[in-house]
Protein backbone atom coordinates (compact mmCIF):
# COMPACT_ATOMS: atom_id res chain seq x y z
CA UNK A 1 0.00 0.00 0.00
CA UNK A 2 1.23 3.73 -0.98
CA UNK A 3 -0.23 6.91 -0.79
CA UNK A 4 -0.97 9.49 -4.34
CA UNK A 5 2.46 11.07 -3.18
CA UNK A 6 4.12 7.70 -2.62
CA UNK A 7 3.07 5.84 -5.82
CA UNK A 8 3.57 9.13 -8.20
CA UNK A 9 7.09 9.38 -6.56
CA UNK A 10 5.73 13.26 -6.50
CA UNK A 11 7.51 15.28 -3.52
CA UNK A 12 5.33 17.20 -1.07
CA UNK A 13 4.23 18.86 0.48
CA UNK A 14 0.89 18.91 -2.62
CA UNK A 15 -2.49 20.55 -2.51
CA UNK A 16 -4.37 17.46 -2.71
CA UNK A 17 -5.05 14.86 -0.06
CA UNK A 18 -2.97 12.58 -0.31
CA UNK A 19 -4.64 9.31 0.31
CA UNK A 20 -3.65 5.40 0.03
CA UNK A 21 -4.29 4.61 -3.77
CA UNK A 22 -5.57 0.95 -2.99
CA UNK A 23 -7.45 1.20 -0.67
CA UNK A 24 -10.87 2.97 1.03
CA UNK A 25 -9.23 5.90 3.07
CA UNK A 26 -11.74 6.46 5.83
CA UNK A 27 -12.27 10.18 5.31
CA UNK A 28 -15.01 12.04 3.35
CA UNK A 29 -16.06 14.66 1.64
CA UNK A 30 -17.96 17.39 3.48
CA UNK A 31 -19.90 19.99 1.57
CA UNK A 32 -19.96 22.68 4.34
CA UNK A 33 -16.09 21.82 4.63
CA UNK A 34 -15.78 22.92 0.89
CA UNK A 35 -18.29 25.95 1.67
CA UNK A 36 -16.12 27.28 3.96
CA UNK A 37 -12.78 26.43 2.61
CA UNK A 38 -13.69 28.81 -0.46
CA UNK A 39 -10.36 27.51 -1.93
CA UNK A 40 -8.67 26.08 -4.31
CA UNK A 41 -9.98 28.76 -7.12
CA UNK A 42 -12.16 28.56 -9.04
CA UNK A 43 -12.74 24.87 -8.14
CA UNK A 44 -14.25 25.74 -4.69
CA UNK A 45 -16.35 28.02 -6.05
CA UNK A 46 -17.68 25.68 -8.73
CA UNK A 47 -18.42 22.84 -6.49
CA UNK A 48 -20.36 24.75 -4.06
CA UNK A 49 -22.11 25.89 -7.19
CA UNK A 50 -22.88 22.84 -8.13
CA UNK A 51 -24.63 21.53 -4.89
CA UNK A 52 -26.72 24.32 -4.29
CA UNK A 53 -28.24 24.57 -7.67
CA UNK A 54 -29.09 20.88 -7.42
CA UNK A 55 -30.96 21.06 -4.24
CA UNK A 56 -32.61 24.50 -5.29
CA UNK A 57 -34.02 22.39 -8.20
CA UNK A 58 -34.85 19.91 -6.59
CA UNK A 59 -36.59 22.23 -4.12
CA UNK A 60 -38.64 24.14 -6.86
CA UNK A 61 -39.79 20.39 -8.69
CA UNK A 62 -41.43 19.73 -4.99
CA UNK A 63 -42.68 23.42 -4.21
CA UNK A 64 -44.22 23.73 -7.75
CA UNK A 65 -46.81 20.81 -7.17
CA UNK A 66 -46.88 20.52 -10.76
CA UNK A 67 -46.98 16.08 -11.36
CA UNK A 68 -44.38 16.41 -14.26
CA UNK A 69 -41.72 18.66 -11.69
CA UNK A 70 -42.32 15.93 -8.87
CA UNK A 71 -41.53 13.50 -11.25
CA UNK A 72 -38.21 15.14 -12.69
CA UNK A 73 -37.56 15.95 -8.81
CA UNK A 74 -37.63 12.38 -8.15
CA UNK A 75 -35.37 11.40 -11.34
CA UNK A 76 -32.68 13.99 -10.92
CA UNK A 77 -31.96 11.84 -7.44
CA UNK A 78 -31.23 8.63 -9.21
CA UNK A 79 -27.82 9.34 -10.75
CA UNK A 80 -25.85 8.92 -7.59
CA UNK A 81 -23.68 5.48 -8.40
CA UNK A 82 -20.57 5.61 -5.99
CA UNK A 83 -18.06 7.55 -7.28
CA UNK A 84 -14.70 5.32 -6.29
CA UNK A 85 -12.07 6.90 -8.13
CA UNK A 86 -11.44 9.23 -5.02
CA UNK A 87 -10.26 6.22 -2.95
CA UNK A 88 -12.99 7.35 0.49
CA UNK A 89 -15.52 5.66 1.69
CA UNK A 90 -16.22 2.82 4.18
CA UNK A 91 -15.26 -0.47 1.86
CA UNK A 92 -13.29 -2.83 3.68
CA UNK A 93 -11.70 -4.32 1.22
CA UNK A 94 -10.35 -2.36 -1.85
CA UNK A 95 -11.92 0.75 -2.67
CA UNK A 96 -15.06 -0.09 -5.00
CA UNK A 97 -17.82 -0.49 -2.69
CA UNK A 98 -21.36 -0.76 -3.12
CA UNK A 99 -22.42 2.19 -1.62
CA UNK A 100 -26.32 3.12 -1.26
CA UNK A 101 -26.44 4.67 -4.64
CA UNK A 102 -29.58 2.79 -6.00
CA UNK A 103 -31.52 3.24 -2.95
CA UNK A 104 -30.89 6.37 -1.54
CA UNK A 105 -32.55 9.09 -4.05
CA UNK A 106 -35.65 7.70 -3.59
CA UNK A 107 -35.59 7.80 0.31
CA UNK A 108 -33.99 11.68 0.37
CA UNK A 109 -37.07 12.19 -2.03
CA UNK A 110 -39.37 10.51 0.27
CA UNK A 111 -38.15 12.39 3.22
CA UNK A 112 -37.97 15.62 1.14
CA UNK A 113 -41.53 15.49 0.00
CA UNK A 114 -43.18 13.64 3.81
CA UNK A 115 -41.23 14.57 6.67
CA UNK A 116 -39.54 17.66 5.93
CA UNK A 117 -42.00 19.22 3.46
CA UNK A 118 -42.43 22.12 6.19
CA UNK A 119 -39.42 22.62 6.37
CA UNK A 120 -38.70 22.91 2.51
CA UNK A 121 -41.86 25.41 2.14
CA UNK A 122 -40.77 27.68 4.74
CA UNK A 123 -37.39 28.13 2.84
CA UNK A 124 -35.64 26.28 6.31
CA UNK A 125 -33.58 23.42 3.96
CA UNK A 126 -32.20 24.78 0.99
CA UNK A 127 -28.35 23.08 1.46
CA UNK A 128 -27.15 19.99 0.97
CA UNK A 129 -25.12 20.38 3.90
CA UNK A 130 -28.03 20.16 5.83
CA UNK A 131 -29.86 16.81 4.83
CA UNK A 132 -27.42 14.65 7.00
CA UNK A 133 -29.34 16.32 10.23
CA UNK A 134 -32.41 15.23 9.03
CA UNK A 135 -32.77 12.22 6.41
CA UNK A 136 -32.35 8.75 7.79
CA UNK A 137 -29.73 6.84 6.43
CA UNK A 138 -27.85 9.70 4.84
CA UNK A 139 -24.74 10.25 6.99
CA UNK A 140 -20.68 11.14 6.09
CA UNK A 141 -20.35 8.25 3.66
CA UNK A 142 -23.74 8.71 1.44
CA UNK A 143 -23.39 12.66 1.68
CA UNK A 144 -19.67 11.73 0.54
CA UNK A 145 -21.05 10.33 -2.19
CA UNK A 146 -23.55 12.39 -3.17
CA UNK A 147 -21.34 15.16 -2.73
CA UNK A 148 -18.35 13.93 -4.79
CA UNK A 149 -20.75 12.98 -7.41
CA UNK A 150 -22.44 16.98 -7.95
CA UNK A 151 -19.06 18.29 -7.66
CA UNK A 152 -17.25 15.83 -10.37
CA UNK A 153 -16.51 18.19 -12.71
CA UNK A 154 -14.99 20.91 -10.86
CA UNK A 155 -13.06 17.70 -8.91
CA UNK A 156 -12.13 16.90 -12.31
CA UNK A 157 -10.74 19.90 -13.72
CA UNK A 158 -8.80 20.39 -10.38
CA UNK A 159 -7.60 16.74 -10.86
CA UNK A 160 -6.10 17.90 -14.45
CA UNK A 161 -4.94 20.69 -12.89
CA UNK A 162 -2.62 18.78 -10.90
CA UNK A 163 -1.19 16.71 -13.65
CA UNK A 164 -0.43 19.45 -15.44
CA UNK A 165 1.57 20.79 -12.51
CA UNK A 166 3.21 17.11 -11.21
CA UNK A 167 4.89 15.82 -14.15
CA UNK A 168 5.40 12.40 -12.51
CA UNK A 169 1.88 11.84 -13.06
CA UNK A 170 2.82 11.51 -16.72
CA UNK A 171 6.21 10.55 -16.28
CA UNK A 172 8.10 6.94 -15.45
CA UNK A 173 6.16 4.72 -16.68
CA UNK A 174 2.72 6.63 -15.75
CA UNK A 175 0.45 8.21 -17.74
CA UNK A 176 -3.37 9.11 -17.39
CA UNK A 177 -6.71 7.09 -18.09
CA UNK A 178 -9.43 8.85 -20.38
CA UNK A 179 -13.08 8.82 -18.96
CA UNK A 180 -16.52 10.23 -19.23
CA UNK A 181 -18.27 10.17 -15.52
CA UNK A 182 -22.00 11.93 -15.27
CA UNK A 183 -21.81 15.03 -13.86
CA UNK A 184 -24.11 17.70 -12.52
CA UNK A 185 -24.53 20.96 -14.94
CA UNK A 186 -25.67 24.07 -13.02
CA UNK A 187 -26.10 25.68 -16.02
CA UNK A 188 -29.10 23.22 -17.29
CA UNK A 189 -29.51 22.30 -13.92
CA UNK A 190 -29.67 18.74 -15.10
CA UNK A 191 -27.40 15.78 -15.84
CA UNK A 192 -24.39 15.63 -18.30
CA UNK A 193 -21.37 13.98 -19.48
CA UNK A 194 -17.98 15.01 -19.22
CA UNK A 195 -14.70 13.32 -20.31
CA UNK A 196 -11.53 13.59 -17.85
CA UNK A 197 -8.07 12.26 -17.91
CA UNK A 198 -7.21 11.33 -14.68
CA UNK A 199 -4.53 9.63 -13.29
CA UNK A 200 -4.42 6.12 -13.49
CA UNK A 201 -2.98 3.88 -10.25
CA UNK A 202 -2.69 0.17 -11.10
CA UNK A 203 -5.00 0.61 -14.23
CA UNK A 204 -7.67 2.83 -12.36
CA UNK A 205 -8.01 6.29 -12.52
CA UNK A 206 -7.37 8.70 -9.76
CA UNK A 207 -10.35 11.64 -8.43
CA UNK A 208 -7.80 14.11 -6.42
CA UNK A 209 -9.41 16.28 -3.95
CA UNK A 210 -8.47 19.58 -2.62
CA UNK A 211 -7.04 20.04 1.35
CA UNK A 212 -9.33 19.85 3.74
CA UNK A 213 -12.76 19.15 1.28
CA UNK A 214 -12.99 16.13 3.00
CA UNK A 215 -13.22 14.69 6.95
CA UNK A 216 -13.59 11.64 8.99
CA UNK A 217 -16.82 13.26 10.19
CA UNK A 218 -19.26 15.78 8.94
CA UNK A 219 -19.50 18.83 10.38
CA UNK A 220 -22.78 18.87 10.20
CA UNK A 221 -23.79 15.39 11.10
CA UNK A 222 -26.97 14.71 12.84
CA UNK A 223 -25.37 14.01 16.01
CA UNK A 224 -23.59 17.29 16.45
CA UNK A 225 -27.08 19.18 15.69
CA UNK A 226 -28.47 16.98 18.09
CA UNK A 227 -26.13 17.54 21.20
CA UNK A 228 -25.82 21.18 20.22
CA UNK A 229 -28.54 22.87 19.27
CA UNK A 230 -31.28 20.41 19.66
CA UNK A 231 -30.76 20.13 23.34
CA UNK A 232 -29.58 23.69 23.82
CA UNK A 233 -33.71 24.78 22.39
CA UNK A 234 -34.66 21.61 24.80
CA UNK A 235 -33.24 23.25 28.03
CA UNK A 236 -34.50 26.57 27.44
CA UNK A 237 -37.84 25.45 26.81
CA UNK A 238 -37.91 23.03 29.98
CA UNK A 239 -36.10 25.82 32.09
CA UNK A 240 -37.73 26.89 35.37
CA UNK A 241 -36.59 30.18 37.03
CA UNK A 242 -35.13 30.57 40.95
CA UNK A 243 -36.39 32.65 43.25
CA UNK A 244 -33.38 34.19 43.06
CA UNK A 245 -33.77 34.48 39.40
CA UNK A 246 -31.43 32.24 37.97
CA UNK A 247 -32.27 29.85 35.12
CA UNK A 248 -32.20 26.18 36.26
CA UNK A 249 -31.79 24.04 33.03
CA UNK A 250 -31.51 20.13 32.94
CA UNK A 251 -28.74 18.70 32.36
CA UNK A 252 -28.13 17.19 28.39
CA UNK A 253 -27.28 13.89 29.33
CA UNK A 254 -30.86 13.44 31.67
CA UNK A 255 -32.78 15.55 29.51
CA UNK A 256 -31.91 13.12 26.33
CA UNK A 257 -33.23 10.32 28.14
CA UNK A 258 -36.46 11.87 28.66
CA UNK A 259 -39.03 10.68 26.30
CA UNK A 260 -39.37 12.15 22.98
CA UNK A 261 -36.15 14.09 23.57
CA UNK A 262 -33.55 10.77 22.56
CA UNK A 263 -30.97 11.07 20.26
CA UNK A 264 -32.10 10.17 16.27
CA UNK A 265 -33.53 12.54 13.37
CA UNK A 266 -37.04 12.04 14.49
CA UNK A 267 -36.39 13.93 17.52
CA UNK A 268 -33.98 16.40 15.24
CA UNK A 269 -37.24 17.09 12.80
CA UNK A 270 -39.82 17.94 15.56
CA UNK A 271 -37.60 19.89 17.64
CA UNK A 272 -36.82 22.28 14.60
CA UNK A 273 -40.31 22.26 13.30
CA UNK A 274 -41.29 23.29 17.08
CA UNK A 275 -38.71 26.16 17.09
CA UNK A 276 -39.99 27.45 14.00
CA UNK A 277 -43.42 27.93 15.42
CA UNK A 278 -41.50 30.61 18.04
CA UNK A 279 -39.60 32.39 14.91
CA UNK A 280 -36.51 30.09 15.99
CA UNK A 281 -34.28 28.95 13.06
CA UNK A 282 -32.25 26.07 14.93
CA UNK A 283 -30.47 24.96 11.64
CA UNK A 284 -29.27 29.08 11.45
CA UNK A 285 -28.30 28.66 14.74
CA UNK A 286 -25.96 25.44 14.17
CA UNK A 287 -24.45 26.53 10.92
CA UNK A 288 -23.11 29.79 13.10
CA UNK A 289 -22.12 27.57 15.74
CA UNK A 290 -20.08 25.07 13.41
CA UNK A 291 -18.95 28.45 11.19
CA UNK A 292 -17.82 29.70 14.40
CA UNK A 293 -16.02 26.64 15.44
CA UNK A 294 -14.36 25.41 12.01
CA UNK A 295 -10.95 25.53 11.89
CA UNK A 296 -9.28 26.04 8.71
CA UNK A 297 -6.52 23.62 7.44
CA UNK A 298 -3.60 24.77 5.85
CA UNK A 299 -4.12 24.80 2.06
CA UNK A 300 -2.91 26.72 -1.20
CA UNK A 301 -4.73 30.07 -1.54
CA UNK A 302 -3.22 30.74 -4.95
CA UNK A 303 -3.92 27.66 -5.87
CA UNK A 304 -6.23 28.75 -9.73
CA UNK A 305 -6.74 26.49 -12.55
CA UNK A 306 -3.21 26.14 -15.01
Aim: aromatic share 8%; charged share 25%; net charge negative.
Amino acid sequence: MSTITEHFNIPGPVPFIDLDVAIDNRLFVDPHAVRLMKTPKPYADDAVHCIDTFLTEIVRCITSGNPADLRRGEDLLQHFKEPWETRMGMSKRGFRGHGGAEDIGSAIWKALTEDLIALVHVGILRQLDELPMFVEGVDRDITSDLTTRLMFEPLGRFTEAMVRQYPEFTTNGNGTKRVTRPVWNPTTADWDEATFDLPSADGRPLLLVPNGWARPTLLMSATRFYEKTILDFAQIERAVRASNGTLIKTPKELLGKQKGLGPGRSTNIRLTLQALTQDENLVAYFKAFVDAKFDRPDDDDDLVAA
